[in-house]
């Protein structure tokens, strides 16, 4: 599996991005696919997961701020970003876990909010 991410980029407080994530596909669904998140000397962070249902977990930190979504038949995950925070600012990376728990990555995205 292969996980290509877009969208990130340099946006002001308050701003939005969406990020969007094309998998290869994974022979072994149904599939979480979700976006983590790391700023250096700390642990990489859960954002936001979808299940293949549609069944959605949030951070508390992007509760009412962040919204994951995924359309199957093209195989991407999205995550729309609004309100923008400064403590936003991290590398993003979009995450595909199959049926039988193995965890793949893609290179990450920056994202940067200036305040």
């Known amino acids: 599996v292969q996980l290509q991410a877009s969208g990130g980029g340099l946006v002001e407080a308050g701003g939005s991005l969406r990020l969007s994530c094309v998998s290869s596909g994974s022979i072994f669904s149904p599939n979480t696919r979700g976006w983590y998140r790391q700023v250096p000397g700390k642990q990489r962070e859960l954002v936001a997961t979808?299940?293949?249902?549609?069944?959605?977990n949030y951070a508390d930190s992007v509760k009412g701020r962040f919204t994951i979504s995924r359309d199957n038949v093209k195989n991407t995950v999205y995550l729309q970003m609004n309100t923008l925070k400064p403590e936003d600012t991290a590398v993003y990376y979009c995450?595909?876990?199959?049926?039988?728990?193995?965890?793949?990555w893609g290179k990450g995205t920056q994202v940067t909010v200036s305040s």
């Open positions: 979808i299940t293949s249902g549609g069944n959605t």
């Open positions: 995450n595909e876990r199959d049926f039988y728990g193995m965890d793949y």
